[in-house]
């Protein structure tokens, strides 16, 4: 349930007069805020009425990069928008369950309504079930241009599921306190719990799940496809998908989506880190780092095969291959020099080659870039060169890696690599 601060923040807007005003307020100023508030009392509306409006206003302009201009018509709490599923994202849940041919979907935990908005969207007839009533309520107003979508404020595991055709569940994966909010690890301590979900796919439905990114390989049910999704670079979810919804040959995806198209990797078979069967090798040539998504799904040493390459270091995503081969999987870079990591050699080079602005990546080594940087630069001049150094370990050796940046590959249209 909301607490009574929590409801109070959203009770002025849902009467004609808050949602008038708050509809009357032109595009989200913060520089402008204090001085738009103070007119807004003058012009006679409360001092509550014209929090909620300023700060409806401030959060439809943040959740502009989630929703785009459907965030002009919605409501939302902080905690809501922070958790919400990006709409472009939550359109990809909604074709598995139209491409499914599953018409009535339970939205359980739906949240500010994201998910159900996509599904509405594809004419799903939508039960949304959302446990706090504040955001239930929420989720009421942003679903009010579909009327085949439905709210509940319950627990999602006491809805009755007759008459559903399929479930996707959005588990609350952080408990919130006066202090703030605090992220879970453990699947079971979810609400619902990972148990649920599967009790759910275990009676034959069609179920789908967002999970966070950083969910174990062995948390995983053995049933199920997992998808894990990346949007320019930063990794969003873990998507289970059980039933009809998952799809033939595919256990582990890796869904990569930038700004030059969407491309998938996949692989038919569960992840075992110590049977990779791939090569590891000297530093040279091209070095690839690996998207995100890449590496949560356990598909580098897919990858890495699929490149012609091998991996410097059996347990570190980092790839190098003779030839440069373009993927939207991995960020490509030209292997320059090979130094051992030494902090005095390093600092050294970097003065004699006038290095001003110097970028750090690093894995599978305990140095803290931003430290070690200002450390390199301390002393060295402005110079006016740029340089890329990578950081990581080879078997017992630190080194060193001089690289230089290569522009972006990527497919312009989606595109799919399946590997056994």
Known sequence: MATETHAESIAPILTPEGWELLNSLGPYSEAESLHTGTELRKAGHSPELVSAAMTQSRL????????????EKMLFTQAGLEQATRLNIAALHAQRFQTAGVEHVADLGCGIGADSMALATL????????????????ATINLMPWPDATVINAEAEDV?????????LDPARRTTTTSGTTRIFDPEAFSPPLSFVEKLADRGLPVGVKMGP??????????????????????????LWFNTLARPGV?????????????????????????????????????????????????????????GGHLLDEHIAYI?????????????????????????????WVKANRIGTLEIK?????????ELRKTLLTGSGKGPNKATLVLTRMGEDRVAIVVEPLPSAGGRSRERAARP
């Open 214 to 239: 950083g969910i174990p390989h062995d948390a995983l049910p053995e049933n199920c496809e997992v998808q894990w999704v990346s949007v320019n670079g930063d990794v969003i979810e873990a998507a």
């Open 251 to 307: 256990r582990r995806a890796a869904l990569v989506i930038g700004a030059r198209g969407t491309a998938e990797l996949t692989s038919a078979i569960s992840f075992d880190p110590a049977h990779q069967d791939v090569q590891t090798g000297p530093a040279g040539g091209y070095l690839y780092e690996p998207d995100g998504a890449v590496i949560r799904a356990g598909l580098v040493a897919d990858l890495a095969r699929g490149l």
């Open 160 to 168: 009755d599921l007759t008459g559903i055709d399929g479930v996707w």
């Open 60 to 71: 439809r302009a943040k959740a502009e990069a989630k929703f785009g201009p459907f965030a």
């Open 362 to 370: 690093k894995r599978g080594t305990s140095v803290t870039p931003d």
């Open 123 to 138: 004419d799903r007839r939508v039960t949304a079930v959302e446990r706090d009533e504040t955001t239930a309520a929420v």
């Open 320 to 348: 190098c291959s003779p030839e440069l081969q373009e993927t939207p999987f991995a960020r490509a870079y030209r292997v320059l020099e090979v130094k051992p990591y030494n902090v005095k050699k390093l600092k050294a």
